[in-house]
């Protein structure tokens, strides 16, 4: 039995040591027993606290944060919005913006305030894939399986995220951004920085500061071409437009009538919502014939803009319209 001497914070520090260590040997013997189940199916107990209850289990935390990581690198959206863990559905309080300060007499009473209140909601849609590699494969241990794992996830989840949460119908997967902006609608089917700079200001001024550029590959093409008088590019900075930060994605239209090629506004407004971690299932049996080993593996997601006026969307108007 070991007994400790000393004022309550000087006992606390090697509870809390013994505790840290404690938790990281659970956390070493869930990894181990997790790779474990990968690559020989089977069950370790250190494993069965994190099934998901339907034949998958939860990642580890040090897996979950490389696909973390590696969904941010890979989907644009990611890194420019606000991202969040949720635990269940995430009631988000909002206020319009008609809310004015008024010129009060004296002994005159303050006016009501005229904001109202409204919530938005974050769910959770569930996005999946399912990845088969062969027995030998296993076996030999040919491949490292973390690396792999990863790798496919994160490029097929990326892709099917950014296109969502740019252009989803909101069934069965988020309300892509182009269905919640303010449009703002531009005649002629060729850009300039005229176009730009009626979306710069279309914008309202409290989201001016903050505002990124979101355009299409097409569209960024574009406007890198504009010359001046000169021959010379009017625009030298490709990471950066109207002292704002500008961005790609291949999943916004080319330029054409009725597109909408470029999003412009204050991305920390657009919340992707996390709920909880990652998960796998092997599946040993149902591709045997094949001498394959599938792995389903999912997480769940929804991604809102909680303020509909901090983003603008420029739309090509469509011909004779």
């Given amino acids: ?66 696909i973390i990581d590696g969904l941010r690198d890979e989907n644009v959206l990611r890194r420019i919005s606000r991202v969040v863990k949720t635990e269940h559905s995430l009631r988000i309080p909002i206020t319009d913006e008609t809310g004015t300060a008024q010129w009060i007499s004296e002994e005159h009473p303050f006016v009501d305030s005229d904001v109202s209140f409204d ?3 974050l769910d959770a849609f569930k996005l999946g894939t399912l990845i088969k590699v062969s027995e030998e494969m296993l076996e030999d241990c040919a491949v490292n399986m973390e690396r792999y794992l990863k790798k496919e996830f994160v490029c097929r989840i990326a892709d ?33 920085f005229d176009t730009i700079i009626d979306l710069y200001y279309a914008l309202p001024r409290l989201y001016r500061d903050n505002a990124t ?29 109207l002292g704002c930060p500008i961005y790609t994605s291949r999943y916004l239209d080319d330029i054409a009538p009725g597109s909408m090629p470029i999003l412009f506004g204050d991305f920390s407004y657009f919340w992707i919502g996390e709920r909880g971690k990652t998960t796998l299932r092997r ?8 001498g394959q080993i599938g792995f389903q593996m999912h997480e769940r997601v929804d991604a809102k803009l909680i303020r509909p006026e ?9 011909e004779n319209a």
């Fill in 1 to 66: 039995m070991l007994i400790f001497y000393g004022t309550e914070n000087e006992l606390r520090k090697p509870l809390e040591a013994m505790r840290e260590v404690e938790q990281e040997m659970r956390n070493r013997n869930v990894r181990s027993a997790f790779w474990d189940m990968v690559y020989t199916g089977k069950v370790q107990n250190a494993l069965k606290e994190s099934s998901d209850g339907s034949g998958g289990y939860l990642v580890p935390d040090s897996f979950d944060k490389q």
């Fill in 310 to 318: 901090a983003m603008c969307c420029l739309k090509i108007k469509e």
């Fill in 160 to 192: 099917a995220e950014e296109e969502a949460f740019l252009r989803g119908n909101g069934v069965g997967k988020p309300l892509g951004l182009v269905r919640q902006a303010k449009e703002v609608p531009v005649s002629g089917s060729v850009l300039n």
């Fill in 283 to 290: 599946l040993s049996e149902r591709y045997a014939d094949k």
């Fill in 213 to 241: 550029l979101l355009c299409s590959e097409n569209a960024y093409r574009e406007l890198r071409k504009i010359k001046t008088a000169a021959g010379h590019n009017l625009w030298t900075d490709p990471d950066e437009l």
């Fill in 119 to 121: 919530q938005v909601t």
